[in-house]
């Protein structure tokens, strides 16, 4: 085999099957992530368990809590609102008489 034949295999190889090596990552980080991938949530799959990381990381399991919180505030705001007419003594309106006298 020549070398130009060894290279294209390697660069098939690697192109069929990529994959993410960190080189500079702390043990306690290492074994973390480890530990975090063998859960059953992600059943040893290291790339789904990056990709959750990194959305997470990016917003957007946050944007999307943020944006229940300002549901449930708004909703707490109105609960508010109705308790505070519900709980005003509403006071009968007088009632005027055909005789002109007033009834409450």
Known sequence: MTNDKITNDLVERIKKRPDLVISRLPKNTKDRFLEMCNDDDFCDDRGMLLKYLIDFHDGILVGSNEK????????NKKVFHIE???NKKQEPKPITRLDGSMKR
């Open 68 to 75: 229940l919180i300002e549901n449930v505030e708004l909703l």
């Open 84 to 86: 505070e007419r519900l």
